[in-house]
């Protein structure tokens, strides 16, 4: 049974129709329109499907809409907002997380499907770990799965990407 | 609203990135599809290829100074349009970021060739659609040049062009200026794709390639920075208004498809019954059955989701498989049709006088294409026509399932393309067309349909596994002087969907192999008239008369196996079975030859495609001669070093690999790790290094997850890898470190045309997938290095090296 819901998405609250237990992904994608967070396996295996709760990593595949109800959700699309107000700058224009723009200059994605989780998760790890090791950054990103064969490039798009906040950004 | 909000993006996606081209929502094959006043580009009946000769199907140039490209072939994540882009910036001399691709749909007003094929297999982007697209954009530029002169009064010769603007006489007009939103009616001399014989008209110029600015630099792929502000449109986004959601439900994975049930049908899908009293409890969803075949839609995919998973259905169950532990035993044991691809020599007399002689067998299991995004269609079939949204290398081919399902003719059929994710191949999306068209078509509304995790692992169309045993002789000098090679392998099952066999459709002809039968059950007797194209491959690249050009003694054997699952090619289809199988026992040799395993390929090899990939894959590595296994370690890790190389060959693309692994082995686990891998790829001419360097770097990681754990794995009765638990791939924990190296040709250059297809220009060869091939029996060959022990059964899980070990007296038990 459908129930009315406010969800907090990359800083706006929207008003959704749901049943309480629908996947926050079903919304994210069908109600809101949003790419970036996108169905790989619905059983929280693989990671195309994450987004940041409250700055932290999760599987929006089988998270309920219900449990997000008064947190802050940040997909794909939100990144740059996320990375202004943590660096407390308030440019109209935000410019790409740090991890974006690594992710262009490194030339990352081969067909894209999975990148989504892959920087939701670096960018999880950034805001925690600042300057992340090999080991680190391997042992992060292990629960995202990719099949075109872009681990090694993703590594360095990370180092790359911590190197740029370790200076304060750009 | 939702629906209608979707609608609204994709129309004005196609408008505004389609050159001009409009289309009105989800109108099909009616008037606004047509030609639009002003619209650049060719205008053409929908759903019919337009002439490929005509440089309007190819290029547009529209009134704002941008450069419309129509390409010829697909693009799934391989950077080719961004090199097609660089090849037409190069002739046409214009910005490479005035060029876009407008929105590829068979229906608009511009449709894109089909000729050659839109479809993009066998690393054919580059290669086949590449030289097409040059000589078109070098005839536009003839004509524009002539345009130009005509107003500027000054003769072609003394004109210059920078950036889509011509000079002379110290006036200057843009091609906007000159053509923006008309067609250029020329014809493309000298290309006649349709000819018998080759064409000698006089062709526009080319560019030389010393003058080349654009094409062989490092221009950044143009569609990345959408996928990383996740703005991409993906075929899973794609909304249409009045859309349902639809989900197949099926056996929780496929049985043996082409075993038949006493009553004929197909085993894996007779349907038992169906309780729609199950889902009543979820609104607004409906079963849709027809035959074997059940489906449900809802309005909300959530209940689409729900009702697929909670309908009662029982189906038959039959063991007609050999679960996979018996795999080998029973491709060997099935109806086959051997066949003889080479005898020369003689080889059991050579045999007889040998040095040293070897035999061995070599195992590869099936294996999943296994997208991260199931695969996804949307369909819209009504009476008179059908439109398909739908992902993947296609193209054009995509027609095929929707017809199989619906019986429309092709000029109904309209295909729009989106990308997906990687499939690396072209058929694990047609069972999803199938089902999404079929499903429209019961229901009278646009279907969604994305495969679940389980569909698409337990009901994909599987890379086939395949046995080889082989002998190999040596002469006294340590050289090889006869090899006998026996193998088997089933054919592609094309053409066939599991939709179309649980509703009992006739297959129709597949266009793109010419065949209607392939792997189907018909086919089991082995009587089949249809030669499978893997009939060709079933030894001869991976170590064919290039890589061995005065074997003195060579048999080649192939068998064609009847099918148990369905399955096409996957990545290096028939290239990285005997890959594996093959340079494994090369290295078996150089061992038994008492040579290290460069020096020993080195001694065989002296072809210019197969050896610079040798030496250049040695030289990354800083290869250091030794024979392998003949510094054993009594450590519990230790560390070895193989090398390896692979061919693959197309009408128009030969390419060779080459890989060296380097490897750590837990004798006590069993675990191998691949801690670098070094490769080196020689495709032709290139268009773009970074995108080769890219697909080389990807290749490498995908060639690991393959020969380290991927295995499908099936009981008697059905597919029990079901998920990326129970089918393991790679994880990001495991990759290795990658080091590549292109080899470019910048002198490779066709100076006329050898054959109708072929165009004069530099000859771009295709980089998508033959690196692939190479790593499995790099990584085996390093396991030797490391262990003295010979894998000769993929994937090397640890439980498979740990076994073998222990055969072999080296497993650590400390």
Redesign the interface.
């Known amino acids: 049974m459908a129930s009315k819901l406010k969800i907090k998405v990359n800083g706006l609250v929207h008003s959704v129709s749901?049943?309480l237990d629908?996947?926050l992904l079903?919304v994210l994608?069908?109600?809101l329109?949003?790419?970036?967070p996108?169905?790989?396996?619905?059983?929280a295996?693989?990671g195309?499907c994450s987004v940041l709760l409250d700055g932290k990593e999760i599987r929006s595949c089988v998270t309920p809409v219900a449990a997000v109800s008064g947190r802050a959700v940040t997909?794909?699309?939100g990144l740059?907002a996320l990375y202004a107000q943590q660096r407390g700058t308030t440019a109209a224009t935000p410019v790409?997380h740090p991890i974006?723009q690594a992710?262009?200059d490194v030339?990352?994605?081969?067909?894209?499907?999975?990148?989504?989780g892959m920087?939701i998760q670096a960018a999880d790890l950034l805001s925690t770990t600042k300057n992340p090791t090999e080991d680190q950054i391997?042992?992060a990103?292990?629960g995202?799965?990719?099949?075109?064969?872009?681990?090694?490039?993703?590594?360095s798009a990370i180092q790359q990407a911590a190197s740029v906040i370790a200076k304060g950004g750009k | 609203m939702t629906g209608f909000m979707h609608e609204k993006e994709f129309s004005r996606k196609a408008f505004v990135k389609g050159g001009g081209a409009l289309i009105v929502g989800m109108s099909i094959l009616g008037g606004g599809l047509a030609g639009k006043a002003g619209a650049a580009g060719a205008v053409n009946a929908p759903n019919v290829s337009p002439d490929a000769t005509a440089v309007d199907t190819w290029l547009a140039i529209n009134a704002d100074d941008s450069v419309s490209l129509f390409t010829p072939k697909m693009d799934v994540g391989q950077g080719t349009w961004t090199g097609f882009k660089q090849i037409v910036a190069e002739e046409l001399d214009v910005a490479v970021s005035s060029i876009s691709i407008p929105l590829w749909d068979t229906g608009s007003a511009h449709p894109f060739t089909n000729n050659p094929p839109s479809q993009t297999t066998g690393s054919n982007g580059t290669a086949n659609g590449g030289p097409p697209l040059r000589q078109a954009a070098a005839q536009a530029r003839q004509v524009l040049l002539g345009l130009a002169s005509t107003q500027l009064g000054v003769p072609v010769a003394s004109l210059s062009v920078s950036a889509g603007a011509v000079s002379g006489g110290g006036k200057t007009v843009t091609y906007g200026q000159l053509l923006g939103g008309k067609l250029f009616n020329a014809k493309i001399a000298g290309f006649n794709p349709d000819a018998t014989t080759a064409a000698n008209a006089v062709v526009a110029p080319l560019k030389s390639v010393s003058e080349y600015k654009v094409v062989g630099t490092r221009v950044p792929r143009f569609d990345i920075p959408d996928m990383v502000t996740g703005t991409t449109t993906y075929v899973q986004n794609v909304r249409l208004a009045g859309m349902l959601h639809g989900r197949p439900v099926r056996p929780m994975g496929q049985a043996n498809l082409f075993a038949t049930t006493p009553e004929g049908g197909p085993a894996s899908a007779t349907l038992l019954s169906v309780d729609e009293s199950s889902i009543a409890h979820i609104a607004g969803a409906q079963v849709v059955r027809q035959g074997n075949f059940v489906g449900v839609v809802a309005p909300k995919e959530y209940d689409a989701i729900q009702a697929a998973a909670q309908l009662k259905v029982e189906w038959s169950n039959t063991d007609t498989l050999p679960g996979t532990g018996d795999q080998y035993n029973y491709i060997r044991s099935v109806p086959n049709r051997p066949a003889q691809i080479l005898n020369y020599g003689n080889v059991d007399t050579a045999f007889g006088s040998a040095a040293k002689t070897l035999a061995a067998t070599y195992e590869w299991p099936f294996q999943n294409h296994g997208p991260i995004g199931p695969c996804c269609a949307i369909a819209d079939v009504r009476p008179d026509g059908a439109t398909i949204f739908a992902p993947g290398q296609d193209g054009w081919a995509s027609q095929l399932p929707v017809q199989a399902v619906t019986g429309l003719p092709l000029s109904s059929i309209r295909v729009v393309w989106y990308p997906g994710a990687s499939t690396f191949n072209r058929s694990p999306n047609y069972p999803v067309m199938a089902d999404a068209a079929l499903m429209s078509q019961l229901v009278g509304k646009p279907v969604r349909v994305q495969w679940m995790r389980w569909d698409m692992h337990g009901w994909e169309l599987y890379g086939p596994n395949y046995v080889a045993d082989i002998r190999g002789a040596l002469d006294t000098n340590g050289k090889i002087l006869a090899y006998d090679f026996v193998s088997w392998l089933p054919p592609d099952a094309r053409g066939v969907y599991p939709a179309t066999n649980q509703t009992g459709t006739p297959v129709p002809p597949d266009a793109t192999s010419g065949s209607s039968t392939r792997g189907a059950p018909s086919y089991n007797g082995a009587t089949s008239n249809n030669a499978p194209s893997g009939g060709a491959r079933f030894e001869t690249f991976s170590t064919g008369d290039q890589y061995f050009p005065n074997l003195p003694n060579r048999r080649v054997t192939g068998n064609t196996v009847a099918n148990i699952f369905y399955t096409c090619p996957l990545r290096c289809p028939d290239v990285i079975q005997p890959s594996w199988a093959s340079e494994s026992m090369i290295d078996e040799l150089a061992h038994a030859a008492n040579m290290d395993a460069l020096a020993f390929r080195q001694a065989h090899c002296t072809h210019n495609g197969w050896r610079p990939v040798l030496d250049t894959a040695a030289k990354l590595a800083n290869w250091q001669p030794r024979v392998s296994a003949s510094q054993l370690s009594d450590e519990r890790v230790v560390t070895g070093r193989g090398i390896a190389i692979a061919g693959e060959n197309h009408a128009m693309s030969d390419i060779y690999s080459g890989v060296v692994a380097e490897v750590q082995v837990d004798r006590k686990t069993g675990k191998v790790t691949v801690t670098h891998l070094y490769g080196a790829m020689d495709s032709g001419f290139v268009v773009n290094p970074a995108s080769i360097e890219n697909q080389m770097a990807g290749m490498l990681t995908r060639g690991t997850s393959r020969t380290l754990l991927e295995e499908l794995t099936f009981s008697k009765q059905r597919v029990t890898g079901l998920d990326w638990v129970t089918y393991p791939i790679l994880r990001f924990k495991d990759h290795a470190a990658v080091t590549v190296q292109s080899i470019g040709h910048p002198d490779e250059v066709v100076s006329a045309a050898l054959s109708p297809q072929t165009i004069a220009g530099p000859r771009y060869r295709g980089a998508g997938e033959s690196l692939e091939a190479v790593v499995p029996p790099a990584i085996g060959n390093a396991v030797f290095d490391a262990t003295g022990v010979r894998m000769r059964q993929a994937p090397l899980t640890p439980a498979k090296v740990r076994e073998a070990l222990k055969a072999g007296g080296r497993l650590y038990t400390a």
């Open positions: 749901a049943s629908t996947p079903y994608h069908n109600e329109h949003l790419h970036g996108r169905f790989g396996c619905g059983l295996q693989c195309a997909t794909l699309e740059p790409l974006q992710w262009i030339q990352v994605p081969h067909c894209g499907y999975c990148q989504n920087m391997r042992t990103m292990n995202h799965l990719c099949r075109c064969g872009t681990y090694p490039r993703i590594l």
